[in-house]
């Protein structure tokens, strides 16, 4: 029986790693990391210069997290509809997403900070009321 579920297209790289983005994406949001000296969170180089960077880095990277692992679960259940059996398309497909998801979740985090925060680590304030 586990030798079937194993071989079946239901067993992919993209749902179980989207259950695992979903997973850590909640628990990050419920309980965020306090510190950078904390075991867990979303640690880069931007993320850690100050509190309010790797605050804002947490919060975020859990808000992508969940949202890319609904994503990659989605698109391992349609693979596993769409497929018969495992093939190497099936294996790039599933793997690679998981591989999409993991770099649009650093990516986005970093764009995001340095949308929001200067290379001293001093958030910008966006007034839509100064024109330049």
Not at 69 to 84: E, Q, S
Not at 103 to 111: L, N
Request: hydrophobic letters at 50%; proline letters at 2%.
């Amino acid at each position: 029986m586990l030798l079937s579920f194993l071989q079946s297209t239901y067993c992919n790289a993209a749902i179980f790693a989207g259950a695992l983005f979903f997973l850590i994406g909640f628990l990050i949001h419920r309980f965020p990391p306090k510190s950078t000296r904390s075991w867990y969170g979303y640690r880069s180089f931007l993320s850690t210069k100050n509190a309010e960077m790797w605050q804002a880095a947490n919060e975020y990277a859990a808000f992508i997290s969940r949202r890319v692992g609904i994503i990659l679960m989605l698109t391992g259940i349609i693979c596993a509809l769409l497929f018969n059996r495992q093939t190497d398309w099936f294996l790039y497909i599933t793997v690679g997403a998981v591989a999409a998801g993991i770099m649009y979740i650093v990516g986005d985090t970093e764009w995001e900070l340095t949308r929001h925060f200067d290379k001293d680590g001093k958030r910008i304030l966006h007034d839509k009321s100064i024109k330049a």
